[in-house]
């Protein structure tokens, strides 16, 4: 399911809307700083198999997150590099090789309709023909171009986002409200043991695969408000993690909320890589977020 | 036909208001006390209170049947804790003054059409709780619901309480298309499908009204707190009044 996504909808959860937005923040923000974009603009977030794209007129463009091996006219490119399109040219995903979210940013603003503050899609879904306008972004948004100079720390920050969204099996979260009602054995494990991504995941939430977990007593919970993140423990055992779609509010067990910084990681996993949880707190969340921030300033 | 009524309060002061973190990028405000309908009027206070200071670390504000929450963007917020505690000695301390009794809502009347061909579900119902299908019309339509918080989809209001007689539990498997408009009952709540969506609540009618609109001036008709009442209407009624897709 191919979307376009930006910074998401906010300021509406009271009344039910989910707030929408891109899977990996990071990877998305990326593509679009390497094209000279303000980095919450509208992208497009494709999922293998993706999308194809013809070019109406030239352009800057850039793919950033998974790699589905992107050929343009038959010749295959680079990516998180600015890449000069041209009239008539055609793009095509090939293989999901790396990671399983992928985003095409365009220099200049996709002009779309924007619904409460947002043009991220949520019931709908890029069609086969739909077409897309580029608009020049306005005074304050005009980013400048004079990027030469930068490009060396540049280079330095696609790698530490590389790195740290692809080369980790590490996912960290902090305890949620119902953490304690887990039994011993339960907290152990989701420490100790590896855990997969399974194949039903979506953009509202992805579901795990891992050992089976249990609450010391079977209890129905009031339904509370949930978040990008929020691991809820399904009548089955399993954890469900929450992503961009979600509900706003939910009656399972909140046993923790990963943390936003390591999202993007969870977003990428590809379901047949263990990954392993751990127990982080507040403070580190908060630096390791502003950390990984200043990539894009 | 419009009805006015006053939503009891207690004394608000009887709140004990607490903060903690959910994740790195939301506060939970909780209240350790039982629900009830003066927990309603307490967290709309609290939501209300917390939203008029617009403040620009604040996202979302989301409230639910006994806790309120922030979604906060992380490169604004510093201490998110002592900013919590920091809202609730503000609330605390600036209630004091205020009249608990005051607050007086409108009830919204919602008109629905109990007719067998949408309320699928009334035929086991009426088996299962041993009452006819015109006791259950009756009960449902005699009791004001209080809108405790809206969810699962946008516009979806959870209100109660159902009179126990007709309380039924969710069916186990949900249905995989529910129509936008249906009125349904899942233990002691009651609501309504805004849209056309998957669902397991106990399908009793449907109401010709549009219960969200995406037009950013209308968008939801319910909001927390609010009091709602239903009405049966005819067939013929529904058809004439009838904004849904079918």
Same mark, same amino acid.
């Given at each position: 399911?191919?979307?376009?996504?930006?910074?998401?909808?906010?300021?509406?959860?009271?009344?039910?809307?989910?707030?929408?937005?891109?899977?990996?923040?990071?990877?998305?923000?990326?593509?679009?700083?390497?094209?000279?974009?303000?980095?919450?603009?509208?992208?497009?977030?494709?999922?293998?198999?993706?999308?194809?794209?013809?070019?109406?007129?030239?352009?800057?463009?850039?793919?950033?997150?998974?790699?589905?091996?992107?050929?343009?006219?038959?010749?295959?490119?680079?990516?998180?590099?600015?890449?000069?399109?041209?009239?008539?040219?055609?793009?095509?995903?090939?293989?999901?090789?790396?990671?399983?979210?992928?985003?095409?940013?365009?220099?200049?603003?996709?002009?779309?309709?924007?619904?409460?503050?947002?043009?991220?899609?949520?019931?709908?879904?890029?069609?086969?023909?739909?077409?897309?306008?580029?608009?020049?972004?306005?005074?304050?948004?005009?980013?400048?171009?004079?990027?030469?100079?930068?490009?060396?720390?540049?280079?330095?920050?696609?790698?530490?986002?590389?790195?740290?969204?692809?080369?980790?099996?590490?996912?960290?979260?902090?305890?949620?409200?119902?953490?304690?009602?887990?039994?011993?054995?339960?907290?152990?494990?989701?420490?100790?043991?590896?855990?997969?991504?399974?194949?039903?995941?979506?953009?509202?939430?992805?579901?795990?695969?891992?050992?089976?977990?249990?609450?010391?007593?079977?209890?129905?919970?009031?339904?509370?408000?949930?978040?990008?993140?929020?691991?809820?423990?399904?009548?089955?055992?399993?954890?469900?993690?929450?992503?961009?779609?979600?509900?706003?509010?939910?009656?399972?067990?909140?046993?923790?909320?990963?943390?936003?910084?390591?999202?993007?990681?969870?977003?990428?996993?590809?379901?047949?890589?263990?990954?392993?949880?751990?127990?982080?707190?507040?403070?580190?969340?908060?630096?390791?977020?502003?950390?990984?921030?200043?990539?894009?300033? | 036909?419009?009805?006015?009524?006053?939503?009891?309060?207690?004394?608000?002061?009887?709140?004990?208001?607490?903060?903690?973190?959910?994740?790195?990028?939301?506060?939970?405000?909780?209240?350790? %006390?039982?629900?009830?309908?003066?927990?309603?009027?307490?967290?709309?206070?609290?939501?209300?209170?917390?939203?008029?200071?617009?403040?620009?670390?604040?996202?979302?504000?989301?409230?639910?049947?006994?806790?309120?929450?922030?979604?906060?963007?992380?490169?604004?917020?510093? %201490?998110?804790?002592?900013?919590?505690?920091?809202?609730? %000695?503000?609330?605390?301390?600036?209630?004091?003054? %205020?009249?608990?009794?005051?607050?007086?809502?409108?009830?919204?009347?919602?008109?629905?059409?109990?007719?067998?061909?949408?309320?699928?579900?009334?035929?086991?119902?009426?088996?299962?709780?041993?009452?006819?299908?015109?006791?259950?019309?009756?009960?449902?339509?005699?009791?004001?619901?209080?809108?405790?918080?809206?969810?699962?989809?946008?516009?979806?209001?959870?209100?109660?309480?159902?009179?126990?007689?007709?309380?039924?539990?969710?069916?186990?498997?949900?249905?995989?298309?529910?129509?936008?408009?249906?009125?349904?009952?899942?233990?002691?709540?009651?609501?309504?499908?805004?849209?056309?969506?998957?669902?397991?609540?106990?399908?009793?009618?449907?109401?010709?009204?549009?219960?969200?609109?995406?037009?950013?001036?209308?968008?939801?008709?319910?909001?927390?707190?609010?009091?709602?009442?239903?009405?049966?209407?005819?067939?013929?009624?529904?058809?004439?009044?009838?904004?849904?897709?079918?």
């Amino acid at each position: 399911m191919d979307t376009l996504q930006d910074k998401g909808r906010y300021g509406f959860q009271h009344i039910g809307i989910p707030p929408c937005g891109y899977l990996d923040y990071l990877s998305a923000q990326l593509a679009n700083v390497i094209v000279g974009n303000p980095k919450e603009a509208p992208i497009f977030e494709l999922h293998f198999p993706a999308s194809s794209f013809i070019f109406n007129e030239a352009h800057t463009i850039c793919i950033s997150g998974a790699n589905f091996v992107p050929v343009l006219n038959d010749k295959s490119i680079a990516l998180n590099t600015p890449i000069q399109v041209s009239k008539n040219d055609t793009l095509h995903f090939m293989q999901p090789l790396l990671g399983k979210t992928s985003y095409l940013s365009i220099k200049g603003n996709i002009d779309s309709s924007v619904w409460l503050n947002s043009k991220s899609d949520f019931s709908s879904q890029l069609k086969t023909n739909d077409q897309f306008k580029i608009i020049a972004w306005d005074g304050d948004n005009k980013i400048n171009s004079d990027k030469t100079e930068k490009q060396e720390s540049q280079q330095c920050n696609i790698d530490k986002i590389q790195k740290h969204i692809f080369n980790s099996n590490e996912i960290r979260f902090i305890p949620g409200p119902q953490w304690n009602d887990l039994t011993n054995e339960s907290i152990s494990n989701i420490i100790k043991q590896p855990f997969n991504t399974s194949l039903n995941s979506n953009r509202m939430g992805y579901t795990l695969k891992g050992p089976s977990l249990q609450l010391i007593e079977q209890k129905s919970y009031l339904s509370s408000a949930v978040t990008r993140g929020t691991m809820q423990l399904l009548p089955n055992g399993e954890i469900i993690v929450l992503m961009a779609n979600h509900q706003t509010i939910g009656g399972y067990a909140n046993i923790g909320q990963i943390i936003l910084v390591d999202l993007p990681k969870l977003v990428q996993h590809k379901s047949e890589l263990p990954f392993r949880f751990s127990i982080t707190n507040v403070e580190t969340a908060h630096s390791e977020y502003k950390q990984m921030q200043k990539c894009f300033s | 036909m419009i009805h006015y009524f006053k939503i009891m309060t207690k004394i608000f002061s009887n709140f004990n208001w607490k903060a903690q973190a959910l994740g790195d990028h939301a506060i939970q405000f909780y209240v350790p %006390e039982k629900m009830d309908q003066a927990m309603i009027c307490e967290i709309k206070c609290f939501h209300d209170f917390i939203f008029s200071l617009q403040l620009k670390e604040i996202k979302d504000i989301i409230p639910s049947y006994h806790t309120l929450t922030l979604i906060y963007d992380i490169a604004l917020m510093h %201490e998110p804790i002592a900013f919590a505690n920091d809202l609730i %000695e503000k609330f605390s301390s600036g209630r004091k003054t %205020e009249v608990a009794n005051k607050e007086v809502n409108k009830i919204i009347e919602v008109p629905v059409c109990y007719d067998e061909i949408f309320g699928i579900d009334l035929i086991s119902m009426s088996t299962k709780l041993s009452l006819s299908i015109t006791e259950i019309i009756k009960i449902h339509t005699e009791n004001i619901y209080q809108v405790y918080c809206l969810g699962f989809m946008p516009g979806f209001a959870y209100m109660g309480d159902v009179n126990i007689k007709i309380q039924t539990a969710r069916h186990a498997q949900p249905r995989k298309n529910v129509s936008a408009g249906s009125v349904g009952i899942a233990g002691a709540q009651t609501g309504i499908y805004p849209m056309h969506s998957p669902g397991g609540w106990q399908i009793i009618g449907r109401t010709p009204l549009k219960i969200f609109d995406k037009d950013p001036a209308i968008l939801s008709k319910f909001k927390m707190g609010d009091a709602v009442k239903f009405y049966p209407i005819t067939r013929a009624e529904f058809e004439s009044l009838n904004q849904n897709e079918l």
